[in-house]
């Protein structure tokens, strides 16, 4: 980082939206493994080969890339923020029988369906990492407004998952890649995003990442402590995005959003060319046109 160019705001938000999906791509490949599970089969997973649980093509996406694209989608639709319409986008998503679905995702948008309701009731049990994993359109889209940037990312959440610890995150990771779109030097980036990641700990202590608990599950503390844990203690893309998946747990998942801040930092030009050339050509075409569209629709 320290000797190139500062990536422009094309380049950090393509980076963020290419890094969601190749961080998704490679990490659903050892999604649910342990890290010695993954070392015995694997040694050190460094390239997109699909396979998994789920059996994917080499390159293939899975709902964290899939439920962006739809809230993107959505937003170019209405060239606003408007939340009912990305609810019938990802309730369109659910029916068109996606490869795989959380729970809680699952549950929020059969409610809405049922009900039309925006917002589930307070759950204990809706502390995953779901309303994390998809919130890059709504940042490309607000990330300018501060206020804004908060509004959209906690309705968006809250269709589905209604949890203190998933908005303190979502903020967080949210706030950490609105700041890196805004340019600026990386040397002040680092110790920004550092600032963002101590007050987030501070607000709420479960989600201290250093010493590194070991713990990448889908549980939003847990996919935080990882994401944080390896953006870090890396200093490069790809290195950011293996170390991560290679904690296995919830790994396409952690990937996804490792890969969406890494990518807004070190920005697309830092994406291996070989995982680009690995993913999904539709999905790729997609995102470099959302990407693109949803910065401009916020400006
Ligand atoms: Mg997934
Ligand atoms: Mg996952």
């Known amino acids: 980082m320290s000797g190139a160019a500062e990536p422009t705001l094309y380049e950090r938000a393509l ?9 998704d791509a490679l990490g659903a490949t050892v999604e649910f493994l342990t890290p010695t599970e ?11 080969i699909g396979g ?21 989608a959505a937003l170019l639709e209405s060239g606003a923020w408007d939340l009912p319409n990305i609810a ?8 068109s029988k996606p490869i795989d679905v959380g729970n809680t995702c699952r549950r ?8 039309g309701s925006l917002e589930a009731p307070f759950s204990d049990g809706d502390a995953g990492n779901g309303a994390l994993m998809r919130n890059l359109p709504a940042i490309l ?36 890649i609105a700041l890196l779109l805004q340019g600026g030097h990386w040397r002040d980036n680092l110790r920004a995003l550092r600032g963002l990641a101590k ?46 998946v290679n904690l296995g747990g919830d790994a396409d998942t952690t ?14 030009a830092e994406i291996p060319a070989r995982w680009l050339k690995k993913l999904d050509a539709s999905v790729r075409r997609e995102i470099e046109h959302q990407a693109l569209a949803l910065v401009a629709l916020g400006a």
Request: a neutral charge.
């Open 38 to 48: 993954i070392r015995q089969q694997y040694g050190e997973l460094r390239d997109i």
């Open 108 to 115: 929020g948008l059969v409610r809405f369906g049922r009900d």
């Open 199 to 244: 007050e987030l700990v501070e607000t709420h202590r479960q989600f201290r990442f250093e010493p590194y608990p070991k713990r990448a599950t889908g549980y939003v503390i847990d996919t935080a402590q990882t994401v944080l844990h390896a953006f870090f203690r890396t200093d490069s893309f790809e290195s950011c995005v293996v170390t991560t």
């Open 141 to 176: 889209f607000a990330f300018r407004d501060a206020e804004l940037l908060a509004r959209c990312s906690i309705e968006q959440a809250h269709v589905t998952h209604h949890h203190p610890f998933s908005d303190a995150a979502t903020l967080c990771i949210s706030r950490m």
């Open 88 to 95: 019938r986008h990802w309730l369109a998503w659910l029916k």
């Open 52 to 72: 998994g649980w789920l059996k994917l093509r080499p390159g293939q996406v899975t709902d964290d890339t899939q439920m962006s694209l739809a809230m993107g």
């Open 255 to 268: 990937g996804a959003i490792v890969g969406m801040l890494a990518g807004a930092y070190y920005g697309a």
């Open 15 to 23: 980076g963020a939206y290419l890094g969601l999906a190749v961080g």
